[in-house]
């Protein structure tokens, strides 16, 4: 059974830091790509980052270039998302997904696996 499971979030103010975590397992992740996205109230999901698991290719949307990083550590199966300089635009439910094969790209959001989510709310 695959589970991707996020943790991490919580409550931070404008400015400050989280590094969320997805612990992957179920099977082997080699040829996927792992990827961050949010959700906030009221608005739809978006993309927010991905790695592909063997290594090679990291990418970033806009609003987060030069602030997140998303990074992984084969030995333990997890891909993390380190956020600094938070804004409250930032507040949204974080979801870890998993992709066999080729990178996310523009609206296509379609994935193999997903998390629970995890709540980061910045406060002003």
């Known amino acids: 059974q695959v589970q991707l499971v996020e943790s991490g979030g919580g409550l931070v103010q404008a400015g400050g830091s989280l590094r969320l975590s997805c612990a992957a397992s179920g099977r082997t992740f080699s040829s996927y790509v792992m990827g961050w996205f949010r959700q906030a109230p009221g608005k739809e999901r978006e993309f927010v980052a991905q790695?592909?698991?063997?290594?090679?290719?990291?990418s970033h949307a806009n609003s987060v270039k030069g602030r997140f990083t998303i990074s992984r550590d084969n030995a333990k199966n997890t891909v993390y998302l380190q956020m600094t300089r938070l804004k409250p635009e930032d507040t949204a439910v974080y979801y870890c997904?998993?992709?066999?094969?080729?990178?996310?790209?523009?609206?296509?959001?379609?994935?193999?696996?997903w998390g629970q989510g995890t709540q980061v709310t910045v406060s002003s």
């Open positions: 790695i592909r698991w063997g290594g090679g290719m990291t």
């Open positions: 997904a998993a992709r066999d094969g080729s990178p996310w790209y523009g609206s296509d959001l379609a994935s193999d696996y």
